[in-house]
């Protein structure tokens, strides 16, 4: 392992210049959250938005679908990811202006938003949850 | 053939056979490196192709996470091979027509382990890693799992090495297909012309990495592509349907040690919640997707979602 230190260092050099780079020519998108976005996330999943709440920095947002179930969508440098599931799998807890959702998927960390006036189907979805 | 003929064959392969097979990824490095500068200058340029540098940068630790793991966990692997070795069926050796045989074998070889790996899950939670970029560019390459050899890889070439092709020869190949399968990970090269009917190219893996419906669960290919052509997995890339890269549940999350590791945390989590053996098999050796009600997507049900979509579409309305 030791003798393999060198070459591992001189892995690091190589990304952080690679990615000097890639920062350098920038390639750094941002996708914003809107409505229509979140619109066509639902209707792949052969669904629509009953009601949505996108955070103010439009990085994350979540929705209530026809059907019941709940959408998740966050922001991942210039593309978005999304989790649909039923309400009782979601685990939202709101702490003042303060949203946590939770699923049980490591792939998809507890999404964080700020919520300045929640709305009474979020109350629902914060109880169901809970 | 005369003798200095001779003598240069023979030159060859004692030195294929004394190659210390770490060096071939290792000389590639440089090579590697040179092509993701050029090819962020050409996405930059012609605007063909997609960057972003976060993307990049759990690609490029999951490929310096799968160094480590190659350290700490690649001489299991070998091993491994030297102890099949032992029980060989034929002493095959060192020599031309065995070399070219390998090559053919450990390709198939690799088909069937790459196939598996989309098949089942067991497999499928090591190999999900490179395919959970929503890029495809060269760095996409290098977006290598860590748990390769724990999530026991490596058991598709020993039958290479049970039949008695040399464990040096199987690793030579299988290290050649990997540097030859990292240059194929680019969206700015179109189509080969007739290097398209053999060998697997851009083109071909863009279709093996695209989650659209039509494209899911084909073109296994190391090398060649003979043999998706052959066991009927072969789909070309159509030109009115772009590929859209990734998983069919995205990832939320750039963190190296999440890409890693999510999928096997999720057979844990299934398994310890099953009801009966037949549900910890179906989870753990199921296609990627099972459940016991089949409420979940897997391939299979995303592709006849489409397929009777298509056919609805085609059915002209009374």
Known sequence: MIEKLPVLAGSVAVIVLMLTVAFALGFRPKVQLNDAALAQLASNEGASIEAALIAPDAKSALARLTGGKIMVARAMGGDVSARIAPASAVHARLKGQKLSVQFADVGYPPLHMKVQTPPAWLADLVGEGR | ?318
């Open chain 2, 1 to 318: 053939m005369t003798a200095s003929a001779t003598s240069t064959s023979d030159s060859i392969l004692t030195a294929l056979q004394a190659l210390d097979k770490d060096l071939i990824i290792t000389f590639a490095v440089p090579g590697f490196v040179l092509l993701i500068l050029i090819e962020m200058v050409v996405v930059r340029l012609s605007k063909h192709g997609r960057y972003d540098v976060k993307d990049s940068a759990t690609s490029l630790s999951m490929g310096f996470g799968n160094q480590i793991a190659g350290i700490l966990f690649g001489g299991f692997v070998i091993y491994s091979y030297f102890w099949a070795y032992q029980y060989h069926l034929f002493d095959l050796g060192w020599t031309w027509p065995v070399l070219v045989a390998c090559f053919f074998l450990e390709d198939m070889a690799y088909y069937w382990f790459h196939r598996i790996a989309h098949e089942r899950r067991f497999f499928w939670a090591s190999h999900i890693v490179h395919h959970s970029s929503q890029h495809y560019n060269l760095t996409t390459a290098l977006r290598q799992t860590w748990t390769g050899a724990l999530g026991l890889n490596f058991i598709f070439w020993l039958p290479l090495i049970y039949i008695g092709f040399p464990p040096g020869m199987v690793l030579m190949f299988s290290a050649f297909s990997l540097v030859y399968q990292f240059w194929i990970h680019t969206e700015t090269i179109g189509r080969m012309g007739p290097f398209e009917w053999v060998m697997n190219t851009p083109s071909h893996h863009r279709v093996h990495h695209a989650i659209n419906a039509r494209y899911l669960d084909a073109n296994y290919a190391g090398v060649l592509i003979i043999w998706d052509r052959l066991f009927g997995t072969f789909v070309p890339e159509d030109d009115r349907e772009l590929p859209r890269y990734g998983i069919v549940s995205q990832l939320g999350t750039f963190n190296p040690f999440r890409v890693a590791f999510h999928e096997w945390a999720g057979i844990w989590r299934d398994v310890t919640r099953a009801k009966s053996v037949r549900e910890v098999f179906g989870y753990t050796f199921g296609p990627p997707g099972w459940s016991p009600d089949g409420s979940r997507k897997t391939s299979a049900s995303i592709k006849a979602e489409w397929a009777a979509r298509q056919q609805a579409a085609a059915v002209p309305a009374e």
